[in-house]
């Protein structure tokens, strides 16, 4: 195990940084006990791509991506039990070498295992990743090993916990024959997929919605479970469609001096990067996941009960038309669709609900994006939960009402870690502790 002592812990796009007085680099679970035994204040991270500020701030630091093994793989049951800070990409591929999938799948792969689990990362048209957990190790804030299978009471708490509750470190998950999809994609207007996605839900396998703010359309990707070779005209579209970070990356640059310009360069993106379609087969993973990320983004994202959606959506198009304030934004905002579930804290506990992106292309001029707040006050206006890795203002009391197990799960934390030896300054003042 390495150990490095007085540094600076930086997030991915430079807007998080927090000085550390011993980080760590564990490779075993012993490890990684003794260590959780041996501290006061302890932090995990992954790939630092978080936009919310959860994975440092403590005097210790534990970097889990050298602890990111598949341990065992059982082909009777279509289970794989791999280390947590192992990248989504090795687990994913893990599970396509055996024709398996784990059906709902988030829109990238680089993020570590255990962060996407602890955060509530989602795909659309399915449910959590976490859900598919069969079970884990977690590793308690007396550096206690406990085994959580499928049975327990502990495990919808653990879910989605914000490695509150102690650090998982190993996970098995339960994994479904591969599937294949036929994909089509390209422009609709906004009266068209809005007033269609709950039709579109049940007429198809895979539904997302790149709505294009300012432009009057969303950009579609819908797909049908098909036969690997099923037979099918492919459509790539033009090829200079690979060129729209970079663009994207130019005409958002002074945005946040020129906020109104936004409209301008929303309108020039769709002209010349979301008007024509395309049409494609391949896996969930081969289809639907982004392999690279190009550039650093900030992100929040909210997310609502499914029958509330138009009501949010033609208001928050109403205002961020207006031009009596600034809160324009950069294209696109992802719409994802995800099934209800029991964890505890999960945006979907109980309920079938709608995600909703909000991308800011200029990282380092994120405080200056008004989008944000005007995001966030309208989706807390109907109820909406805030996506746990990304960003947002919103604390205790207004968790207390958007999330019916917010008491329950507070309860449970104190007892499990009653030094708050898990938390950070950014999660005393979300829990309020």
């Not at 090795?90 to 784990?102: G, K, Q, S, Y």
């Not at 591969?178 to 269609?196: A, R």
Request: proline share 3%.
């Amino acid at each position: 195990m390495q150990v490095k002592n007085n540094g600076v812990w930086i997030s991915w796009n430079e807007n998080i940084k927090h000085p550390y007085k011993n980080l760590f680099t564990p490779e075993t679970e012993e490890e990684i006990a003794d260590i959780v035994k041996n501290s006061d204040s302890i932090r995990i991270f992954g790939n630092k791509q978080s936009s919310a500020d959860i994975a440092a701030g403590n005097e210790s630091l534990i970097d889990m991506n050298r602890f990111n093994k598949i341990t065992h793989i059982d082909k009777i049951n279509k289970r794989i039990t791999i280390q947590s800070g192992a990248k989504l990409v090795d687990l994913i591929e893990a599970v396509e070498n055996e024709n398996w999938c784990i059906p709902c799948l988030p829109d990238i792969n680089t993020v570590t295992v255990g962060g996407a689990i602890a955060t509530g990362t989602h795909g659309t048209s399915g449910k959590l990743l976490s859900e598919y957990i069969f079970g884990c190790k977690l590793i308690k804030a007396d550096g206690e090993i406990e085994i959580i299978d499928s049975n327990s009471v502990l495990l919808n708490a653990l879910r989605v916990s914000l490695g509150t509750l102690g650090i998982i470190t190993e996970i098995t998950f339960q994994c479904e024959d591969i599937y294949y999809l036929h994909l089509k994609e390209g422009p609709e207007k906004d009266e068209v997929w809005l007033n269609n996605f709950q039709t579109d839900l049940k007429k198809f396998d895979f539904l997302r919605i790149l709505w294009l703010p300012h432009t009057g359309y969303g950009y579609s990707i819908k797909g049908k479970k098909v036969a690997k070779n099923f037979n099918f005209k492919k459509v790539d579209g033009p090829s200079f469609l690979k060129h729209r970070r970079t663009a994207s990356k130019i005409l958002y640059k002074y945005t946040h001096r020129f906020p109104k310009f936004t409209v301008i360069a929303n309108k020039i993106l769709y002209s010349l990067f979301f008007k024509s379609k395309k049409e494609h087969l391949g896996s969930l993973y081969q289809a639907t996941v982004t392999k690279s990320r190009g550039s650093t983004l900030e992100l929040a994202e909210w997310t609502i009960d499914q029958e509330k959606f138009k009501d949010v959506f033609i208001e928050l198009k109403q205002t961020i038309n207006s031009w009596k304030n600034n809160a324009f934004i950069h294209i696109p905002m992802d719409v994802r669709f995800v099934n209800a579930d029991n964890s505890w804290l999960s945006y979907a506990y109980k309920k079938n609900i709608v995600t909703m992106g909000c991308v800011c292309r200029n990282a380092a001029a994120a405080d200056e994006y008004e989008a944000f707040k005007t995001v966030e006050e309208i989706f807390l206006k109907y109820g909406g939960r805030p996506h746990w890795a990304k960003r947002f203002a919103a604390k205790d009391k207004e968790m207390a009402k958007i999330y019916p197990k917010w008491e329950e799960f507070k309860t449970l934390r104190k007892q499990m870690d009653p030094k708050n030896k898990f938390l950070n300054s950014y999660l005393k003042e979300l829990l309020n502790e």
